[in-house]
Every structure is written in structure tokens, then in C-alpha cells.
């Protein structure tokens, strides 16, 4: 039975049975029959070869979530476009075009973020400057990347919060991503006395990395002296580890600088406090008056 069959067929039934405005109801009932099966039949058959292909390609997770949400929302609107035109409403892309023309200047101002994040999450998807489990750092916040779509990505911090941030937030700055490559470099400064020896402090901080089962011989640690301050020699360590994730940096970081603290005690190299000396002396004026108060 052709479309318009179909339909008139409804209609006539309905009208038989004494349904008022039968020819609209009818359309309407073919409408949702049509769109219904073929939303479903998209969903239990067409989305899951999407999926199949995909998998075929070995795409990772990052670049599979959105090309399926994408998928989704193709037959989706191909499901009412052809569900439009059994229900005998004619040309779906001839009314989105009529409706469109009176409501474009409307929408385009409505949908200026919506599409500046789409178009966001397009670029996170080619660009790929972070991945699903990718630890990031952007404006003062980090976290651990949850969910990638085509709107917003979701980090979870390490404080165990949600954060939902529009995609076009993080391609319209700086992202750093400390875990994009196998191997990542840890510094730290430590500050020992004018007095101490910097040769010695040196050895102490290059022997304790190196016997630091995370850390990295190559490339090796090295030492520099960047600063003379107000009350200490600063010494900052390089250090590197593989395959970086949050909690190994910070838990190396840790050991480490416990470990060369202690060394550092242990040979009497001083970590002083910074000193301040406050100088000047105190006015005192109209003592005239003072001495009149006190008698």
C-alpha cells in the first residue's frame, strides 16, 4: 500500500467510525506509525552497524561517542522527515524551509552557543588535544576528562566534583594536558643554606632520585642552581616518570622530596626559614600632653 494510500485509508476508517476531523487525525496517527517504526528500526538495526564499523576501525572511545550521537540524531531526522511525508504533509525539507525563512534571525541568535560549542566539540574531536581519561588543566581547574560529546565535556576533579564545561571553553584557551605523551618531567626547588654545600646537596638529590624505583635514568636527573634568595640557595630538581597519571605524580613528588629531606638532615644541609628584620623607630610627638594626662 503506497503512502497516501495508507493515509487516505486511516482517514476513512476514522471517518466510518465517526471520528470528527477524521483527514487530520488520520494524518496524525500515520504520522507517529510511521515515525515510531522507523525510529525504532534505526535504532535496533542501522546503530548498531554503525557501531559494528566503527569498531572495525579501531576508534577509541573519544572519537566513537560522538560520531554515534551523531548517527543518532541523522535518523532521527530522517525518521520525521519521512514519517512528514506519509502523513501526507508533503515536502518536510519544503516546510522546515517556509518555517525557517521567518525564524532564522531568531534562532541564529538562540543557537549562537549551542553551535559555537558544536562547532568546539567537532575541533576536540579532529584536534584530539585530550582523550577520555586524560588528566587536563585549563583556567585554574583540573581534572579527569569523564565524557566527550558534541556540546560539553565532562571532568570530574579530583576534589570528586562534576564539572559540565561548554566545549568551546576549552578550545578557546589554553589546555594543558600533562599526560598526552609517555613520559612527563617533575621539578622541584629546594632551598638550602648560604653555609651548606651545594655540591653535596646536589649528589644528595641526584642519589635519591636515582634510587627512586619511579623515576627515570633516562633521561637522567639533573639539578640547577636558579636562585639566590633572601635566606636560601635554590636547587631545582628534574626529574622524569612514564606513563604519567595524576596520582603517580603526585605520589613520586611526594616520596621523593620526603626522601632527600631526610637525606638533607641527615648530613646537617639546613632548609632555612626566610628571615625578615624589621628596623625603624618610634616617634612620639605632643609629649607635653601626654604628661599633663598622666598627672
Do not use: C
Not at 588543566?137 to 576528562?145: A, F, H, L, M
Not at 626529574?239 to 603526585?250: E, L, M, N, T
Amino acid at each position: 500500500m503506497m503512502p497516501l494510500q495508507a493515509n487516505t485509508w486511516i482517514a476513512e476508517q476514522l471517518a466510518d467510525a465517526g471520528i470528527p476531523a477524521a483527514d487530520a487525525v488520520g494524518s496524525a496517527v500515520t504520522f507517529v506509525a510511521a515515525f515510531v517504526a522507523l525510529y525504532l528500526g534505526s535504532k535496533v538495526l542501522l546503530l548498531p552497524i554503525v557501531r559494528r564499523f566503527l569498531n572495525r576501525r579501531d576508534l577509541d572511545t573519544h572519537a566513537k561517542r560522538p560520531l554515534l550521537k551523531l548517527s543518532s540524531i541523522i535518523f532521527t531526522f530522517v525518521a520525521i522527515a519521512v514519517a512528514f511525508t506519509f502523513a501526507g504533509f508533503g515536502n518536510i525539507l519544503t516546510a522546515i524551509a517556509t518555517v525557517g525563512a521567518a525564524a532564522t534571525l531568531a534562532i541564529g541568535f538562540a543557537m549562537q552557543d549551542v553551535l559555537s560549542n558544536f562547532v568546539a566539540g567537532i575541533f576536540i574531536y579532529t584536534d584530539k588535544p585530550f582523550r577520555i581519561g586524560d588528566w587536563i588543566e585549563w583556567d585554574g581547574n583540573s581534572g579527569v576528562v569523564e565524557d566527550i560529546s558534541l556540546r560539553v565535556t565532562r571532568v570530574r576533579t579530583f576534589d570528586n566534583e562534576l564539572l559540565t564545561v561548554p566545549n568551546s571553553q576549552l578550545t578557546g584557551g589554553v589546555i594543558k594536558n600533562p599526560v598526552a605523551k609517555d613520559k612527563l618531567r617533575l621539578k622541584f626547588v629546594f632551598g638550602i643554606g648560604y653555609d651548606d654545600d651545594i655540591d653535596k646537596a646536589t649528589d644528595i638529590i641526584i642519589e635519591e632520585a636515582k634510587n627512586h624505583a619511579d623515576i627515570l635514568d633516562d633521561p637522567e636527573p639533573t639539578v640547577r642552581l636558579i636562585e639566590l634568595g633572601d635566606s636560601s640557595v635554590g636547587l631545582q630538581s628534574r626529574i622524569w616518570i612514564s606513563q604519567p597519571s595524576r596520582s603517580d605524580f603526585v605520589k613520586t613528588r611526594a616520596e621523593y622530596v620526603k626522601t632527600v629531606k631526610e637525606r638533607f638532615d641527615e648530613e646537617d644541609i639546613n632548609i632555612p626559614y626566610p628571615n625578615r628584620t624589621i628596623g625603624g623607630g618610634l616617634k612620639l610627638e605632643d609629649t607635653d600632653g601626654l604628661g599633663e594626662l598622666s598627672g
